[in-house]
């Protein structure tokens, strides 16, 4: 408080200080001086503004974009599309659009991009792939005036579900270049075929997922906490030479592989592993228990991996603090534990703070440990992400995946600034 | 002075074409055993036959690394092995060049080319079949007790085999399985997959033994799973299996019912600058002799006239000694249902 007061009296004192004693020739120099400050610090800290910008906010910035803006099936059919916007979605589209539609999908078959425009539209339609694809490779050998003349019929002919309206509802549907499939379907809805809003209709796993995955992020979060307090605390208070040394337990862990952590894990948790055979040879399970490849098992190898993140802002913040104060709290009369709520523990507030935000945060993400640990209890929403990057290619699915996960952690940090105060935050 | 300058510029230099040297053919595939089996008799072959200089690295399959390099005008791979089931669309989307097939050298006994490959190894434009692979289950003698497995059906069959059973976490080859173990003819697999109730039924197989299921990720986890008693009976890629057997002497059994078979074929990534010299390394690879040289890690090679050079013991483990057991993994199928199939997968993972 009384910093906040010097500084806010300061700046009139000078100002009127300036106007009375300062010419103008001097006041020019002392702005010029700040200035080339002010520039030397910009130039100081450009390399990292740079790197920020290519590293974060450019591809940070393409994938939101990715998410809602899908030029593909309007770049590749600019008239078709066009068209079909006048389409009542009655019935089929008119004859001239059916034969427009099969000598542009001639086209791209002898450009051979006839597989993208099929991706898009199965991607609306689940099982249109492959009706795109055969239909192309038989235009391919029809000539140009045969498609002119009787286009709509050799199309209706190729596959049978051109008949249907469906199906270009599908081509209708992912002609539009900007879209929110990708986030109606992150949240496990869909558009019915009047435009209205539904609940999906396949799969529903998304919002399961984000809950699990905070919910996970959330019990990690107090293990790291239970488990990192006391530890924390301990080390703040031992002395020098000892905590040093335990500090290195803390540290070395921290500076090993996560891979190697992860995996060293698995050697102690399957069926025929170290915690295992412990527990059987001690007599306290008859049977191996089922630990890897478990909720369990993420929990575990998560919560030891994100440790250190809890203990190291803790243990900086204890070590500020005046041990006289709780001392002066239990010579007034204060009892252990209520000393240690009320004059303790909001002390320690700012690196609990900051080690929970940054265990919680940490985790809500991360992808290789449950993808190694976690079989299938322990996926969290990054192994979908990972699935969808990977594996079924929809980046714009999972950039819309990614966005709702980054508004949400940006949400959940605004209450969090709401109510506790960012400003709170302590990491060393 | 002057000596100086030439010999940081002839240090330049020789850096330079070092880099260049180094790096003349970026070829991709899958490692392990396979990729070892490649190194040795189609990569160095061709490096000591042509002096071309070929930098060997690995992947996981799926064409996301080669859609990100052509969509980004970045191409940095030159020769992939890819599998058919993700060749079909990476070739439709145009991410691989069509490979003309009068590169292909005729076989060692003067047969062309055309007729000396099996038919599904040139099946699509794009690629140059490369080996016959499959997904076969196996099982450990020593932890599977007195009965043992030997049909799909014991697979899902709890009463007979009790235990873990560890398969890949795809919807790929389980729901197959999960079809033919529910009776469904080998031929009308995938037409069954594609309707709804052909889904219910391939879950509801594998409710039944969703509780015993141990998933792994890699085919490089199999092994172990068995090894160590995590799992009693496991889903893999034969060539693993044959590998423990051969190299490890693991005590494993391979059950070959209802294997899902498919091919890996070599391609070129589009926009390639060496696209001539893939090409003639494709043209090399896929000859007589290197193709013969699959076998080392149980693959069957893709042409005829390799079989004269095979060595006969390997024999009975190679795919192609048991294509009448197996169904061919239809990638088609795949196009169209990878991801809403994948989805749905998920789904049922999480309930």
């Known amino acids: 408080m009384v910093m906040s007061n010097t500084q806010s009296i300061t700046p009139s004192k000078l100002a009127s200080h300036n106007s009375l004693s300062l010419t103008k020739e001097e006041s020019n120099h002392a702005r010029r001086e700040v200035r080339r400050h002010r520039m030397i610090a910009f130039l100081l800290v450009l390399p990292l503004l740079i790197f920020l910008a290519f590293a974060f906010v450019a591809p940070i910035g393409t994938m939101l974009h990715r998410g809602f803006y899908n030029p593909v099936v309007a770049d590749l059919l600019p008239d078709t599309i066009q068209e079909l916007e006048t389409w009542d979605r009655k019935g089929l589209p008119n004859e001239a659009l059916l034969t427009r539609f099969a000598i542009d999908l001639k086209r791209l078959a002898k450009n051979r991009k006839s597989g993208k425009l099929a991706e898009e539209i199965n991607r609306n339609m689940p099982g249109t792939s492959s009706v795109v694809k055969s239909t192309a490779r038989k235009l391919r050998s029809i000539s140009d005036a045969d498609l002119k003349a009787n286009g709509s019929n050799i199309l209706l002919k190729a596959h049978k579900k051109w008949n249907s309206p469906e199906i270009w509802l599908a081509l209708q549907k992912s002609g539009k270049v900007y879209v929110d499939t990708n986030y109606l379907t992150a949240l496990d809805l869909e558009r019915n075929y009047d435009g209205d809003l539904q609940v999906r209709e396949s799969a529903k796993i998304y919002l399961q997922l984000y809950s699990k995955t905070l919910r996970l992020a959330l019990i990690i979060t107090l293990s790291c906490l239970i488990l990192g307090y006391p530890l924390a605390y301990f080390l703040a208070n031992a002395p020098a030479k000892k905590s040093n040394m335990l500090m290195v337990f803390v540290l070395l862990p921290f500076w090993t592989s996560l891979l190697v952590r992860t995996t060293s894990w698995i050697a102690l948790l399957q069926t025929n592993g170290v915690v295992n055979s412990f527990l059987m040879g001690v007599g306290i399970t008859s049977e191996p228990l089922d630990m890897l490849y478990t909720e369990f098992s993420t929990i575990v190898a998560m919560t030891h991996i994100l440790l250190p993140f809890m203990i190291l802002p803790l243990y900086s913040v204890m070590k500020g603090i005046d041990p006289s104060y709780l001392r002066a709290a239990l010579s007034m009369g204060a009892r252990p534990i209520p000393a240690f709520f009320q004059v303790y523990l909001p002390n320690t507030l700012p690196g609990l703070s900051a080690g929970a935000l940054l265990v919680f945060i940490i985790s809500v993400g991360y992808y290789i440990t449950p993808a190694l640990v976690g079989g299938t209890d322990g996926q969290m929403i990054s192994n979908i992400i990972a699935f969808h990057m990977q594996q079924s290619n929809n980046w714009g699915l999972a950039a819309a995946l990614g966005t709702l996960l980054l508004i949400l952690i940006l949400t959940l940090y605004w209450l969090y600034d709401r109510f506790v105060g960012a400003s709170n935050i302590k990491l060393g | ?351």
């Open chain 2, 1 to 351: 002075m002057k000596t100086k300058t030439l010999f940081v510029g002839a240090l330049l230099a020789s850096v330079f074409s070092v880099n260049a040297m180094a790096a003349e053919l970026t070829a991709v595939s899958f490692g392990g055993a396979y990729g070892a089996a490649q190194k040795k008799h189609m990569i160095d072959p061709y490096t000591a036959k042509t002096g071309t200089k070929i930098l060997f690295e690995d992947y996981s399959g799926g064409i996301a690394e080669i859609k990100a390099q052509v969509e980004a005008n970045n191409v940095q791979w030159d020769v992939v092995d890819i599998e058919v089931i993700d060749l079909e669309r990476a070739c439709s989307e145009g991410l691989l060049e069509v490979i003309p097939r009068s590169i292909l050298e005729p076989g060692l006994d003067g047969v062309p080319a055309e007729k000396d490959f099996i038919p599904s190894a040139l099946a699509n434009e794009c690629g140059v079949g490369n080996i016959v692979w499959t997904i076969i289950y196996a099982y450990n003698d020593k932890t599977i007790g007195s009965v043992v497995p030997e049909s799909i059906g014991d697979f899902f069959d709890l009463a007979k085999i009790p235990g873990k059973r560890a398969m890949r976490k795809r919807a790929q080859v389980n729901l197959e399985w999960a079809l033919l173990a529910d009776g469904v003819a080998k031929d009308k697999v995938y037409e069954v997959l594609a309707t709804d109730e052909g889904l219910k039924r391939a879950f509801a197989k594998l409710d039944t033994i969703k509780d015993h299921i141990v998933w792994f990720d890699s085919w490089s986890q199999v092994p172990q799973l068995l090894n160590d008693g995590g799992a009693v009976m496991a889903q893999s890629a034969n060539g693993r299996i044959f590998d423990a057997i051969k190299k490890d002497k693991k005590p494993f059994t391979m059950v070959w019912d209802a294997h899902l078979y498919d091919l890996d074929v070599w391609a070129v990534v589009k926009g390639s600058k060496k696209k001539d010299l893939a090409f003639d390394f494709i043209s090399f690879a896929t000859g007589t002799k290197p193709l013969a040289g699959m076998p080392d890690v149980a693959y069957g090679p893709t042409r005829a006239s390799s079989a004269a050079l095979i060595d006969p013991s390997v024999v009975p483990d190679l795919p192609t000694s048991h294509l009448d057991e197996g169904v061919k993994a239809d990638g088609i199928f795949w196009a169209d249902y990878g991801e809403s199939l994948g989805e749905k997968f998920n789904e049922w993972l999480l309930k």
